[in-house]
C-alpha cells in the first residue's frame, strides 16, 4: 500500500497562475483532509470531506477550492495564486466512525508564489 | 472550542538526556481523543499515540512515554534517553467523538522542535 500520495511535491507559481494539488490514498478512508502548515502555526485546516460527495470548509479556506472526484482522491485548487498561500501543504485521510481515528498525512507539496 | 497550546517552541537536548513535551488542551467535549504526531526532518507526519478521555492510565511505548492527566487538562510526552533520531518536530491534537457528516476535525497545537545534539 502507498498509503496517501501526493502530486507534486514542490511548485513555483506566480502570482494569478492556477494550479490543482492532487491527493489519492489507497486505504479505503471515507473522510480526507487538505492542510496547510506555516513556520510557527502548525496545522491549518483549508477544507475536508467527510465522504465521497461531501466537501466542508475547514479554518482557513479563502482563496482554495476542492473536489472529491471520488473515494480515492481529493484534490485542492489555487484559482489565483497569492504570495500568501506559500506555504506546504499536506493531505491527510481517516476512518469516518469517530473521532478515534488518527489521520494518515502524505509527504507534502512546498508551494511557492512569487 | 478546542484548543491546544504546546507552549515549548523549541527544546534543544544532548543525546541520553530525558525530555518532557508539554501538551495542554482546552475542550468542553466530555468525551475525547488526543494524538500526538511526529514530524521529522524528512517532513511527513507520523502518528506516535492516541489516548481517548476515559482512560488515563499512563502508555509506555520503548524509550517514548504518555502522561494524560484530565485534572489538569494535559498530555504530556516524555522521550527517555533521547537520541539524534528523535530530532523532530511533534504536534499535539485534540479531536472531538464525531460530529454531523461523520467526520471530525481535530486541533492541532503549534508544535514543539525537539532538537537532539549528539
Known amino acids: 500500500n502507498a498509503g496517501v500520495t501526493q502530486t507534486p511535491k514542490f511548485q513555483v507559481l506566480k502570482t494569478g497562475q492556477s494550479m490543482t494539488l492532487q491527493c489519492a490514498q489507497d486505504?479505503?478512508?471515507?473522510?480526507m483532509y487538505w492542510y496547510r502548515q506555516d513556520p510557527g502555526m502548525g496545522l491549518r485546516l483549508i477544507y475536508y470531506?467527510?465522504?465521497?460527495?461531501?466537501?466542508d470548509k475547514g479554518e482557513v479556506p479563502n482563496g482554495y477550492n476542492v473536489s472529491r472526484l471520488n473515494k480515492r482522491e481529493f484534490s485542492l485548487r489555487l484559482e489565483s495564486a497569492a504570495p500568501s498561500q506559500t506555504s506546504v501543504y499536506f493531505c491527510?485521510?481517516?476512518?469516518?466512525?469517530?473521532?478515534?481515528?488518527?489521520?494518515?498525512f502524505g509527504p507534502g507539496t512546498r508551494l511557492t508564489v512569487l | 472550542a478546542q484548543k491546544v497550546t504546546q507552549a515549548q517552541t523549541e527544546i534543544s537536548v544532548v543525546e541520553k538526556e530525558d525530555v518532557t513535551l508539554d501538551c495542554v488542551y482546552e475542550?468542553?467535549?466530555?468525551?475525547?481523543?488526543l494524538f500526538w504526531y511526529k514530524q521529522p526532518p524528512s517532513g511527513e507526519l507520523v502518528f506516535l499515540i492516541r489516548r481517548n478521555s476515559f482512560d488515563e492510565q499512563n502508555e509506555i511505548s520503548g524509550r517514548y512515554s504518555w502522561n494524560f492527566q484530565k485534572s489538569t487538562s494535559s498530555f504530556n510526552f516524555t522521550i527517555t534517553a533521547s537520541q539524534v533520531v528523535d530530532s523532530a518536530v511533534y504536534f499535539c491534537?485534540?479531536?472531538?467523538?464525531?460530529?454531523?457528516?461523520?467526520?471530525?476535525?481535530?486541533?492541532f497545537g503549534r508544535g514543539t522542535s525537539l532538537i537532539v545534539h549528539p
Open positions: 470531506s467527510a465522504s465521497e460527495g461531501t466537501t
Open positions: 491534537a485534540l479531536s472531538p467523538p464525531t460530529i454531523a457528516g461523520g467526520s471530525y476535525i481535530p486541533t
Open positions: 491527510a485521510s481517516s476512518e469516518a466512525s469517530g473521532g478515534h481515528n488518527e489521520q494518515f
Open positions: 486505504m479505503n478512508h471515507n473522510s
Open positions: 475542550t468542553r467535549d466530555t468525551t475525547y481523543y
